[in-house]
C-alpha cells in the first residue's frame, strides 16, 4: 500500500494563524532594538535635564522607565524560549507586548509633561525630537495593529502639545498646532505603510501556501518516480531470467530437429525439420524484440559511432529481405551506398532492418526503397515503401512500446505481425545515436521514415578476401566433449547432435558432477577437447565457474563455450578475460557446428 503523500507532509497552519504569527514574531524580533533604543533615548533626556530637573521629579521616571526595560527584556527571553501553537497562545503574546507598548508611550509623553518646562530652547528641541522619534519608530512595528498605533502616538503627542500650548504665548500654540499636524501626517503615513505591508504579508503567505503545495507535489512526484524505478527493475529483473528459461526450450527444440535431419533422409521429414526452425527462428525474433527493448532500458546498449560505408549495410538488407520481398511480389530498391557515415554501424543495420521488415510487412503491391542521400553535413537515411500507410493521429503512438496501428490487415496469415515493439526499438537506438527519426506517411499511398547521420570520412579501403565455403558438416571422431548443462531436454539434444557428429561425450548436470569427474580422470590419459557449458547452474554457480574447475585439473588451453539464454548480463568482458566464447540460446545447429570447428580448428565436410 502506497503512503498519500499529502498524509506524509507536516499540516500548513491555517491562514490567520500564519498571519498572526509572522506579526507576533516581528514585533518581538524588533524587541532588542526597541531596548536599545530605551536605553539612548533616556539618556538623551537625562544628558538635557539631569542638572535643571529636581530629583524629585527625574528619579521616579527613570525607575518607572528600568522597571518597564526589565520586565519587557525578561518577557523577550521567556517568548524566545516559549514555542507557542494555538492562535490564544499568539494572541496572549501579543497582548503582553501590547501592553508594555502603551505603558513605555505614557512615560515618553510624561517625560514631555515633566520636563518640557525646565529647559531652554535646546533642551525643549532635543525632548520634542526624542519623542517624535520613537513615535516614528513605532510605524513599522505597530502598523499591523492601527488602533494601537494611534493610541500610542496619542500618549506620546497629545501631553507634550498640550504641555507647549500650556505657557498661553503665541509662539506655544504655533508649536502645539505643528505637534498636531505632525501628529496627523504620521498618522497618515503609518496607514499607507500598514496597508503596504499587508500586501507584503498577503503575498508572504500565498508564497508559502505554494511552497507548501510544492512541497507535497514534489514529495508526491518523488514517490512515483521510486515506484516507476522499482516497476523498471522488477521489468527488467524478469526480463533477465526469463531470457534463460524461455530460451531453454527453444534451444532444445532446435537441437533435436537438427538431430531428426541426420536421422532421417525423408523429404517430407526435411519439410517438417524446416517447419520447426521457422517457428523456432519466429519465436526467437520475438523474445529478441522483448530482450531489445529490455536491454536498452537498462542501459546495456554502448554506441560506437565509426565511419562506415552504407553501401555496406545495403548490401546485407538485400541479402537478408529480397527474397522476402520477392515472395510478396514486390521490388526491394536500395540507392546512395556510396556515402559515407559516422555513426554505429549495427545500431543503424538495427534500425533499416526494422523499418524495412515493417514496409515489407505493410505493403502488398508496389516496392520499398531504400535511400541514402546528402542534405547539408548530414546524410538521410530513408525507407519509403507503397503500402497501408498510417493515418496522422496514429503517428504519434506508433513508436510507443506494444502498440499496433488498428484496422492493419495487410499481413499476410504466414507472416508473424510481432508484439508491436520494432518501432520502439527504432526510437530508442536513433536517441541513444543522437540521429534525429522522423515520419511521412499518408493513408492509401504509403509511408517514409527518415534518419539523420553526421557525414563520416571515406575509411581506407580493406583487403580483398575470397569468400569461405559455409560449414555443411563436421565429423569430430576421436574427439572428447565435455558437456555441463542442467536443464535434461537441451542436454539431451547435444549429446544426439554431438555424437551424430561422431564425437565422445562427458554429460554432467552440475559443477560439483563435472569437478568430481575431473578429480577422478587421470590427466595423462584422458584430456577434454572442448568444454561446452550452460552459464547458469545449480546453487548460484555458473559455467565459468565450471570451465575453472576443469581448466585447474587439464589445463588452462583447453577450448571452451559458454551458452546462455540472456542477452542483457554483459559477459563479453569476462568471456575475454577468461578465454572463452559466447553462444546465445537458440543456438542453431549450424552456428554451433561452426564455433566448434572454429575451437578445434578441424574442416567441415
Known sequence: MTANPALLAPAAPAPATSALREEVESVYDYMPATLLGYLAGIGVIVMLFWSLTPARVMLPWLAAFGVLWVVRFAIWRRFKRAAPQSQGEWLRWRRVWNIGTLIS???????????YPSGESIQQIGLIATVYTFCSAAVPVLATQPRLFLAYATLCFVPMAARVASDGTLGGYQLAGILFLIFGLTTVFARNYRQALQRAIELKLQ??????????????????????????RAKTQFFTA????????????????????????????????????????????????LLDITRIDSGGVDVHPQHFEVGDILRKLRLHFEPTAFEKGLALRLRGGMHVAHADPLLVERILRNLVSNAIRYTDDGSVLVSCRRRGDRLLLQVWDTGVGIAEPEQVRIFEEFYQVPGTDAVAPHQRKGLGLGLAIVKRLAELMDAPL????????????TLAL??????????????????????????????????????????????????????????????????????????????????RLENGLNGVDAIAALRERFGASVPAIVVTGSTMTGHDKEAQEKDFHLLIKPVVPNKLRAMIAFKLGVKTA
Open 438 to 449: 522522423s515520419l511521412r506517411s499518408q493513408p492509401g499511398r504509403g509511408t517514409v521514415f
Open 105 to 115: 508611550a505614557t512615560l515618553w509623553g510624561t517625560s514631555a509633561w515633566l520636563f
Open 242 to 289: 526469463a531470457s534463460h528459461d524461455l530460451r531453454q526450450p527453444l534451444h532444445a527444440m532446435g537441437l533435436f530437429a537438427e538431430a531428426l535431419r541426420q536421422k532421417s533422409h525423408d523429404e517430407e521429414v526435411a519439410q517438417l525439420v524446416n517447419s520447426i526452425n521457422g517457428s523456432v527462428d519466429a519465436l526467437e525474433g520475438l523474445f529478441s524484440e
Open 454 to 535: 553526421p557525414l563520416g570520412k571515406a575509411p581506407r579501403p580493406a583487403p580483398a578476401t575470397v569468400p569461405g565455403k559455409g560449414p555443411l558438416g563436421i565429423t569430430l571422431d576421436g574427439r572428447l566433449i565435455v558437456v555441463v548443462e542442467d536443464e535434461p531436454a537441451v542436454r539431451s539434444g547435444l549429446e544426439v547432435l554431438l555424437r551424430g557428429w561422431g564425437a565422445s561425450l562427458a554429460t554432467f548436470d552440475s559443477v560439483a558432477a563435472c569437478r568430481a569427474w575431473a578429480q577422478s580422470a587421470d590427466p595423462a590419459h584422458v584430456r577434454p577437447d572442448l568444454l561446452i557449458v550452460d552459464y
Open 207 to 232: 508564497a508559502d501556501e505554494l511552497l507548501a503545495q510544492l512541497r507535497v507535489e514534489k514529495q508526491a512526484a518523488v514517490v512515483a518516480r521510486r515506484e516507476a524505478e522499482v516497476a523498471n
